[in-house]
């Protein structure tokens, strides 16, 4: 048996509990939250133990457990900072930090003590994730060149946010949501994609702006639309968007000599992977109007069912995690990952403060695909 702890029993927290109970061999060891009531409602709804407070917690805790850090981003530095110091693995809820120099602390910290480190999101563990990128191992479209990638939501705040309820009955942290940004919410759902694909970022050209000024009564937020261009280190540039204005848009397409792979959803774990190839009709060069489903050979992973907006197992990275530590191999979610994640994604979010453009100080190793995500059927 495979232990977590969890660390915050907010809304996020409910969209995890599902997705841990499609993998049986995980147990939840104890979960906690500074908000009594709060923590009282979720152990209570879940059917799981609790602990007062972090410190009882981690005294609970084994040396082979993962601790899941899923506080409101403010509190991601100190909170997963005082597990590394008591020595526990940590995976904590995107960003990994606030701040670069406080991620490269964490980074750094859990390198000295010998832990795991890493963070949300891991959908890049997925199946549409791995078909991606089986499909350009195998040369599907030729040479990739260009990505587009939209990660565009709506205009979040005239929606009726205020009812969004999670299970246990945990308000949609929309303070916290404003706050922190679109650009460092949601960037990594598409980012992490292709920094498994291609590789590190070897710099960024962007723009960020708060254009809807009303979200929270008037006071300041972080940037609600930005814009970035990527080169990665082996050549292909994207442009990666991120909005709460413009209207739902999670289409992702790669562009290359021999075609072009599309995916409509990075929030559906199975969302088809099509490719649609070009021909030469009476001197013209036509994208073709009919497109081909590519699937991998092997079954992948357990699904979940949608749940609002998202059809997304949150667990494949637990799960990834605690089977690296147990196997005593790296993981595929390494803390060089996290931390190149976290520099990308600040660049593109402090760009509204920052002018041309911005060299990457880290990289990270190759990530190794999922097992069962070697070849196309």
Not at 85 to 107: C, F, I, N, T, W
Request: glycine share 6%; net charge negative.
């Amino acid at each position: 048996m495979k232990y977590i702890a969890i660390i915050g029993t907010g809304f996020v927290a409910d969209l995890y509990m599902p997705s841990l109970a499609t993998f049986p061999e995980i147990t939840v060891r104890a979960v906690t939250d500074r908000n009594p009531e709060r923590l009282n409602a979720f152990a209570a709804h879940w059917n799981v133990p609790k602990s007062p407070d972090i410190e009882t917690l981690l005294s609970q805790c084994e040396a082979d457990d993962l601790i899941l850090n899923l506080t409101n981003p403010g509190s991601h530095f100190e909170v997963s900072r005082t597990c590394l110091e008591a020595g526990h693995h940590v995976y904590s809820e995107k960003p990994l930090a606030m701040q670069v120099d406080h991620a490269r602390a964490l980074h750094d910290l859990a390198d000295e003590k010998g832990l795991m480190l890493t963070s949300a999101p891991c959908s890049f563990l997925s199946e549409t994730a791995q078909t991606l990128w089986a499909a350009l191992r195998q040369g599907e479209i030729g040479k990739p060149l260009a990505i587009y990638a939209e990660l565009d939501d709506g205009f979040i705040s005239q929606t009726p946010y205020e009812d969004w309820i999670s299970a246990s009955g945990a308000p949609w942290p929309a303070r916290d949501e404003f706050e922190v940004g679109c650009t460092l919410e949601h960037a990594g759902y598409y980012l992490t994609w292709l920094m498994m694909i291609f590789g590190p970022v070897r710099q960024v050209v962007a723009g960020s702006a708060e254009l809807d000024r009303d979200k929270l009564g008037g006071d300041p937020t972080a940037p609600d639309f930005s814009v970035g261009l990527l080169y990665f280190d082996n050549g292909v540039v994207a442009r990666l968007t991120c909005s709460i204005i413009a209207a739902h848009d999670h289409a992702l397409r790669i562009f290359g000599t021999g075609g072009t792979l599309e995916v409509g959803e990075c929030w559906d774990n199975a969302a088809p992977v099509r490719k649609r190839v070009r021909r030469k009709i009476r001197r013209r060069l036509v994208e073709w109007p009919f497109t081909r489903k590519l699937k991998l050979r092997q079954p992948t992973h357990p699904k979940v069912k949608r749940t609002g907006a998202a059809s997304m197992n949150f667990a494949l990275g637990p799960a990834e995690v605690l089977e690296a530590i147990h196997a005593g191999r790296p993981s595929r979610m390494p803390a060089d990952f996290a931390l190149h994640l976290t520099e990308v994604t600040l660049a593109i979010q402090n760009a509204q403060n920052t002018a041309g453009a911005q060299s990457m100080s880290t990289e990270f190793a190759p990530i190794a695909p999922m097992p069962w995500a070697e070849a196309l059927a």
